[in-house]
């Protein structure tokens, strides 16, 4: 292994610096970029939209579920490939992180029904 391999495999100076000063919004490595064609399935309508209060599975039984609310359409994680999508990025109430539901089924995520921390349930078109 040669200095100028490990070089390219390590982050650039100023990530190495962002991430001592606390920030989180450099992602290393990059993801692969994005070619015409590529991208989050097209003529797709999700159920829910931005700040739809939700509950997701994260467990076997009726135990299994918790509250949460949607951050984010079409989550796509930077070592993912460069047509795989999540339909949902969900922030758990009682949980830190981020996590994704990967498809829009009520197997996955459903709609809060009791409406917890307030219902601001609307649907992905009316956003």
Request: a negative charge; one cysteine or more.
């Given at each position: 292994?040669?200095?100028?391999?490990?070089?390219?495999?390590?982050?650039?100076?100023?990530?190495?610096?962002?991430?001592?000063?606390?920030?989180?919004?450099?992602?290393?490595?990059?993801?692969?970029?994005?070619?015409?064609?590529?991208?989050?399935?097209?003529?797709?309508?999700?159920?829910?939209?931005?700040?739809?209060?939700v509950e997701c599975c994260i467990g076997k039984g009726e135990d299994g579920w918790a509250?949460?609310?949607?951050?984010?359409?079409?989550?796509?994680?930077?070592?993912?490939?460069?047509?795989?999508?999540?339909?949902?990025?969900?922030q758990l109430d009682d949980h830190d992180g981020l996590i994704f539901?990967?498809?829009?089924?009520?197997?996955?995520?459903?709609?809060?029904?009791?409406?917890?921390?307030?219902?601001?349930?609307?649907?992905?078109?009316?956003?």
């Open positions: 292994m040669t200095q100028e391999i490990l070089d390219e495999q390590m982050p650039p100076e100023e990530y190495i610096e962002g991430w001592i000063e606390g920030r989180d919004d450099l992602e290393w490595p990059p993801g692969p970029e994005l070619v015409e064609g590529e991208g989050p399935p097209e003529g797709v309508e999700l159920r829910f939209g931005v700040d739809t209060r509250a949460g609310t949607i951050v984010a359409l079409w989550y796509r994680h930077p070592t993912w490939g460069p047509r795989d999508y999540a339909p949902y990025q969900i539901a990967p498809q829009d089924s009520d197997v996955c995520i459903r709609l809060l029904q009791d409406g917890g921390m307030g219902d601001r349930s609307m649907p992905a078109e009316a956003k």
